[in-house]
């Protein structure tokens, strides 16, 4: 395995991970506003909110910063 087929590997794994963080950022908010964890419901809202942006911009974000410039 070369250099480039790591480093998209490792990539590859930080984008997975950011979304699967984002995901379960979402799911904790979601059962906090239901009750079922604490009763705060303000915190289920900024949760979500964040858990969905991490979930949809930052891996954006990250592939971006990471795209090979155009010869």
Known sequence: MDEAEETAR???L???LVRLTG???TVLGVMIIAG???D???LGYVLV???AV???AIPVIL???WKSPRA
């Open 23 to 25: 995901v379960a950022m």
């Open 40 to 42: 705060l419901p303000e």
């Open 54 to 56: 991490e979930f949809f």
């Open 10 to 12: 490792k990539r590859f």
């Open 63 to 65: 592939a971006r910063g």
């Open 36 to 38: 079922r964890v604490i």
């Open 14 to 16: 930080i984008l997975q």
């Open 49 to 51: 909110v964040l858990g």
